[in-house]
């Protein structure tokens, strides 16, 4: 047995080190403070993002080109190296019909440009049709699916609920607010009725809405509409009342403000949809100032209707 002498770390921290993270949130912590107002700079954890936007393209290029100049100077100051294999880049846009890498000529050539990438756990495609998140979260629930039916028959349900929500309900609402709206939910949706189905040996085919309520599990709709719900309420001093300018009161006086928008598209975002369903949610639970009874109230109401849709939930008087 032997064991190495001590050696004096000059530079990082030793890998393990408890203190390694908060460091080097520390170190970075300027980075954003070399970049122009013309990017926005996200920062999470190891993880950092740039997102700039403009309707001229020559401008974009000008702004991309020198906000990497600007956070390669900083990384050659900082003892750190941008690694071109491990930056992408992702041409956002809402032309389903058009070809994404055919419109990345203003990118930087060193960098690979993309049609999808990863981003806190969230498959981003450029057309944000999160048709590629759901490719890649079917096969995990698959699995999830796969282990609750083997372990079905040899434990009691409350068991297999504990396991439902350990395995299957935390991948399915992961992220749920932003991509729980699109047609891809669709998907999803149709794995989950397969484990409420198996849960009550129901063939395929069979309505499983009863048996979403013996559970008290929310169908994945449902569970969209309360992340909405209280992703509003949590945030209420970032939105206006109708009444914002009044001082008499108005019949829509809890109705909230939608962002002045120009496409269909931005409807569809969390920013206008979960406005849209905060609007339409009984003004007796609304109207509860305690976060808490709100959420129960919340809940309470959906497992009592049980949304299959949100246009269900819309048409609802």
């Known amino acids: 047995n032997a064991q190495s002498g001590y050696c004096e770390v000059v530079s990082g921290v030793p890998q393990g080190s408890i203190l ?5 949130l520390v170190y970075c912590n300027d ?4 970049t122009s107002n013309k990017v926005q700079v996200l920062m999470y954890a190891d993880d950092t993002s740039i997102v700039s936007s403009n309707l001229n ?3 974009l290029s000008q702004n991309l080109h020198e906000t990497l100049e600007n956070i390669d100077s900083w990384c050659d100051v900082n003892g750190l190296k941008l690694n071109p294999l491990k930056t992408q880049f992702i041409n956002f846009h809402i032309n389903h019909g058009k070809n994404p890498r055919s419109d ?5 050539s060193q ?8 981003f806190l756990g969230l498959e981003i495609d450029s057309t944000l049709s999160w048709h590629q998140h759901v ?16 372990i079905s028959q040899s434990v009691e349900f409350k068991v297999l609920r504990q396991v439902y929500f350990a395995y299957f309900h935390s991948l399915m609402s992961y992220g749920l607010l932003f991509w729980g709206n699109s047609t891809e939910a669709l998907r999803v949706f149709k794995m989950q009725k397969r484990v409420i189905r198996m849960f009550s040996g129901l063939g395929p085919g069979e309505s499983c809405r009863q048996h979403f309520k013996e559970y008290h599990i929310l169908p994945l709709p449902s569970l969209f509409i309360l992340q909405c719900l209280l992703f509003v309420k949590s945030n209420l001093h970032r939105f206006f009342v109708n009444n914002f300018h009044h001082q008499y009161s108005t019949r829509n006086a809890s109705v909230l403000q939608y962002p002045i928008h120009r496409t269909t598209f931005f409807e569809k975002s969390p920013s206008y949809f979960c406005l849209k369903i905060y609007n339409h949610c009984p003004n007796q639970i609304k109207s509860e100032p305690c976060f808490k009874k709100f959420k129960k109230l919340a809940i309470d109401y959906l497992f009592q209707n049980c949304f299959y849709s949100l246009s269900e939930y819309l048409n609802t008087n």
């Open 111 to 118: 960098f690979n440009s993309v049609i999808s990438t990863k």
């Open 104 to 108: 990345s000529s203003y990118l930087p």
């Open 20 to 24: 390694g993270p908060l460091l080097f």
């Open 31 to 34: 980075l954003p403070n070399q």
């Open 57 to 59: 393209k020559s401008v």
């Open 135 to 150: 490719n890649s979260l079917l096969p995990k629930l698959s699995k999830s699916y796969y282990a609750l039916l083997a």
